[in-house]
């Protein structure tokens, strides 16, 4: 289920905005001020954050920037009170995603709401790559075998992230050297070869079922 963070200091209009976002089929979580709201953030990781501008305490712009820093990715949609043109810059500048003007109605929350999940639900599957049981982010640069994280120095996660770009595909070493590490690497054959095999041990360190291969004197393949 979608978790959506809500921060709104007026009580009322909090309760109205849970249940009805209930309604919709969102598990809501709500803040009453910015410090709280920061805090939910990290513990809870929520899909997208509503949050209102004119918070008392901890002020809306402060809340944004914090929230942001926590999560560079998730939506965050401001309520505010004016529609003046230096409060869309500020509400920008303070690295919203988008606002909307009290008095609103909830169909057009929930609408922006949608778009907005729609847009990093895309965004989020574009960042990871996946074949078999291994996934690897590439926004936070981590990898996966199952639940085992792996460690990987800069050229190894470059390494993989290419071969899962391209599953089941036959790269050779001059591939390798000339679209992975470019200019990094002097053209020696010896440096893949070992950097395949520092990977492999990596990705099997628990017995796990071998996915990269190496086909002799052509290259290497993920394949299952």
């Not at 009453?32 to 209102?52: E, F």
């Not at 712009?61 to 004016?82: A, D, F, G």
């Not at 500020?90 to 929930?110: H, Q, S, T, W």
């Not at 936070?140 to 990987?152: E, F, M, P, S």
Request: net charge negative; hydrophobic share 40%; charged share 30%.
């Amino acid at each position: 289920m979608t978790h959506i963070l809500l921060v709104e200091d007026e009580v009322k209009l909090a309760r109205f905005l849970e249940l009805e976002l209930n309604y919709e089929g969102y598990q809501v979580s709500v803040a009453y001020d910015g410090l709280t709201a920061i805090t939910a953030a990290q513990k809870l990781h929520p899909d997208l954050v509503i949050l209102d501008w004119m918070l008392k305490g901890l002020s809306g712009y402060e809340t944004c920037h914090r929230l942001r820093s926590i999560n560079e990715q998730v939506p965050i949609i401001l309520l505010t009170v004016k529609d003046e043109t230096s409060d869309r810059i500020v509400g920008l500048d303070a690295d919203a995603d988008d606002r909307i003007v009290k008095p609103f109605c909830i169909e057009e929350l929930v609408v922006i709401i949608r778009t907005h999940l729609r847009r990093t639900q895309r965004t989020n599957a574009a960042d990871i790559l996946e074949f078999e049981d291994l996934s690897l982010n590439r926004l936070t640069r981590k990898v996966y075998r199952g639940q085992r994280l792996i460690d990987l120095t800069e050229q190894e996660f470059d390494l993989l992230e290419y071969l899962l770009i391209h599953p089941r595909e036959i790269i050779t070493s001059d591939r390798i050297l000339e679209e992975v590490w470019s200019h990094n690497f002097i053209a020696d054959p010896q440096i893949i070869e070992m950097s395949i095999r520092y990977l492999r041990q990596k990705l099997e360190a628990n017995n796990e079922k071998p996915l990269l291969q190496t086909v002799h004197g052509i290259g290497y393949v993920l394949h299952n």
